[in-house]
Structure formats: C-alpha cells, structure tokens
C-alpha cells in the first residue's frame, strides 16, 4: 500500500485523534506529537490492517496505546486550582512555578473539520471544555482512557477490554472507579456549549473595552459573585469579582490603553489573545484568556502565559496595526 492510498484513507481522522489525544494528555503540544507517533506506527502497520474493525477504530486503538505509553512516566496536568485554595491576598506577590506541566488549551479550529457544521461542533467542544479536561487529569491514565472511550466514544467493553488487553469485568470495574472519581472533581454546571446570546456577545464587547481601558470598577462587573481567575504557570488564584479586580490593580503590568484583545475560541469557549504595549509603542503577545460564560457574565478566567500558544491560535506576532 502506497503512502498516498494511506494519507487519503487516514487523513480524514487527523482533527478527531488530535481531539482525543488531547483529552488524554492536557497538552496540545504532546497531543500533536502523539498523532504524529500514532501515524507513524499506523503507516508502519498498514499492510497489515486485515479490516477486522473500521479503520477509525483501529487509529484510536493506536492513539490510545501510545497515549497510555506517553502518560507512563508524565505526571497530571493541573490549573492552579487543583493545588490549593483561592489567595485573601491577591496583591501579594505572585508565585511562578514553571516545572510544573500545566494544562494547556486547544485551538477551536483544531477540533473540527468543518466549524459551519453545528453537530460535529457541539460534539467536539463539550468533551474538551477546559474545566472537563481539568477533571480528567484526576484520572489515572486507563482510567482516563476507559472513560473516553466507553462514555465519548460510545464502545463496547470488549473493544476497550482488547486495546487494554485486560477483561471485560475489568474494564466495567475502571470505568465505575473512573465515574465515581469524576464526579467529585467534575464541575456542576451544565458542560453543553451553546451559541452565544446577544447578551453574551455584549458582555465580550464590554469585556475587552473594560481590559483595554484598564477600568477596574468595569471590569469588576463583568464577573459572577463566585468567579474564579486563574493564571498558570502562577500558583496564585482568586474567587469573587472584587478580588479579580484587586489582582489585576495591583499585578498587571499594564496602565490604561497599554492592552489590546483580539477574539478566538479555545476549547469551545470564548477567548482572548491579548497583546501589551512595549516601550517601542508595539503590541506583543502577553496571555491568552479563556472563558467560561455563566448567563450574561463571566464565571471562570484561565490566563495562560504561554506566549508559544500564540502560533497554534493563529494569533499574529504583534497586534494589527489600524488600517487608514
């Protein structure tokens, strides 16, 4: 079997192995050099694929092998939320901690083929939604895998059972285990994405006029009583809107018109790149806010300062200058 016949067969599951991958791993960097890896073993195993199970399958089978190799020796990728309590100081000053494999987002437009097409939209996004992936690095690894491939899915035991090579009972087993740890750790809220309302688009309107003004008094407003901002590879998280407000006064760098925001969608949410103006007047990349729209107002902020995510968002190198 030549390389183009394989290419053309198997190309196709690209975006959906990616997806998977990723929900396994935390990370849209590793999951790319696993579907990298799962194409490479798959190419090298092709003229032996006899067509027992549909050629999707047996490429999942592949991912989640090497996922589960990959995750051997890898510890769990958490927020700052899963390593402690919220801070009653947020003007204190901030703790970095970049040894830590912190979890990253993915892109929207890596998730689906075709971003019109509004069933493999929903389906896509509410399995990697940030605060699900978050509950699944409490899983163990086959627990994680069992879980995805039973409940998302939608395989039989005994197909799980043959990629684990271990048993039908056993696979029930895990997957019990998987639902019960789950839920403690799951968040409440109801996962489904939906389009957002005229109400919504408002807010993110009002959410990047309040940022790049830097207007503490607005920005406070745009959150829920409970709101969570938190700021990988910082430890540091804080709960309500005043707090919020607090730690952006006291620890962003920025002055009033120093940002500038341009919209994105990361892991079926709306998001930010957002640029901060140097010494030069150019805006460069400073962090990448996702969020988690509660109603009209914003309930959870993840900021990722990981500038290397800026590409993989196709977020430009400096913020677009106005046009005349």
Known sequence: MVLEDFATATDPYRRELLAHCYRMLGS???????????????????????????????????????CLTALENRKRRPLPTGLGGPSEMPGDELVERPEIPWLEPIPDSALVDDPTDPASVVSARETTRLAFVAALQHLPARQRAVLLLREVFRWKAAE??????????????????????????RPSQDDRPAPLTTAQQQ????????????????????????????????????RGPEQIGRLIELNCPAGPDDMRLLAT???????????????????????????????????????????????????????????D
């Open 28 to 66: 849209l960097h590793d999951a790319e050099d696993l579907v990298q890896e799962t194409y490479l073993r798959a190419w090298r195993a092709y003229d032996r694929f006899e067509g027992r199970s549909s050629l999707r399958t047996w490429l999942y089978k592949i991912a989640t092998t090497a």
């Open 160 to 185: 799980v059972a043959e990629v684990l090579g271990t048993s039908t009972a056993a696979v029930n087993s895990i997957l019990q285990r998987a639902r019960a740890q789950l839920a403690e750790v």
């Open 203 to 238: 807010l993110l309107d009002r959410y990047v006029a309040a940022f790049e003004a830097k207007d503490i008094s607005a920005i406070v407003q745009l959150f829920t009583a409970e709101a969570i901002w938190e700021m990988p590879p910082f430890t540091t998280w804080v």
């Open 265 to 323: 969608r990361a892991n079926g949410q709306a998001a930010f790149g957002v640029y901060l103006r140097g010494a030069d007047g150019v805006f460069r990349p400073f962090q990448l806010q996702v969020l988690e729209l509660e109603g009209d107002a914003v309930g959870h902020a993840v900021v990722f300062f990981d500038l290397s995510l800026f590409p993989a968002f196709g977020l430009p190198a400096t913020y677009p200058e106005p046009r």
